[in-house]
């Protein structure tokens, strides 16, 4: 089955970046990966997702190892506004799913 | 444009009861997916639709159904309440269906069963 796997919690300082990782060993070759963050009290919110190059957008990058069976969040210059839980997911292309991992929480430190 | 309306946000009901919850997708949006979120389980998915079609179903009881509206407004209804039904029940939207697009969420449905 696919699935993704990260860690429980992570912490970091404000200003720094940080890099959030994640194992999907199952993943196909076609099949997504996606990072959702939720922040308390709010339902999940889009943040980045690639296939196989990386990518970069307003809010993070996204380094999608060679073999696709690892991927890596980047939030260049953390805030205290990024404390949340990030997952990583799976959307598979047999049939569309997105399959959610357990999600790291992230703490900022000022 | 509006993001994701769910309403309503919170409900508390009995066991034995039915319960239905609404979604109003983003304008366009075509999508409608369907998720529960507990603590010990995370987020689950229930069901898809895309263009009034269920297209893809989790793995959840018959007690859960939704349907979606030519609008693209959906509803999911969990019939017969059991006190593991508690969640908080998510619905997000997205332009089209496949796995290269993103998905918007709204604020979702606390549901409290006692």
């Known amino acids: 089955d696919a699935k993704t796997t990260q860690p429980n919690s992570m912490e970091s300082n404000e200003e720094e970046p940080v890099h959030l990782p994640c194992n999907h060993s199952?993943?196909?070759?076609?099949?997504?990966i996606h990072w959702y963050r939720q922040l308390p009290s709010q339902g999940p919110e889009y943040v980045i997702h690639?296939?196989?190059?990386?990518v970069n957008n307003r809010m993070a990058s996204l380094a999608i190892a060679e073999d696709r069976k690892s991927s890596t969040l980047i939030l260049h210059r953390a805030t205290l506004r990024d404390a949340a839980v990030y997952y990583c997911?799976?959307?598979?292309?047999?049939?569309?799913?997105?399959?959610w991992g357990a999600g790291t929480k992230l703490i900022i430190k000022p | 444009k509006a993001g994701v309306t769910q309403t309503p946000r919170y409900l508390i009901k009995t066991r034995g009861q039915q319960v239905t919850l609404s979604c109003s997708p983003i304008?366009?949006?075509?999508?409608v997916s369907w998720y529960q979120q507990t603590p010990g389980q995370g987020l689950q998915f229930l069901f898809e639709?895309?263009?009034?079609?269920?297209?893809n179903k989790g793995n959840f009881p018959g007690r859960f159904s939704g349907r979606q509206f030519s609008n693209s407004r959906s509803e999911m209804n969990v019939s017969t309440l059991e006190l593991g039904d508690s969640a908080l029940y998510l619905c997000?939207?997205?332009?089209?269906?496949?796995?290269?697009?993103?998905?918007?969420f709204g604020p979702g449905t606390r549901l409290t069963v006692t």
């Open positions: 997000a939207s997205s332009p089209n269906v496949g796995a290269s697009y993103e998905q918007y």
């Open positions: 304008s366009g949006h075509r999508s």
């Open positions: 639709y895309f263009s009034e079609t269920q297209r």
């Open positions: 199952t993943i196909s070759g076609t099949d997504y």
């Open positions: 690639g296939l196989t190059s990386n």
């Open positions: 997911i799976l959307g598979l292309d047999s049939n569309y799913q997105l399959i």
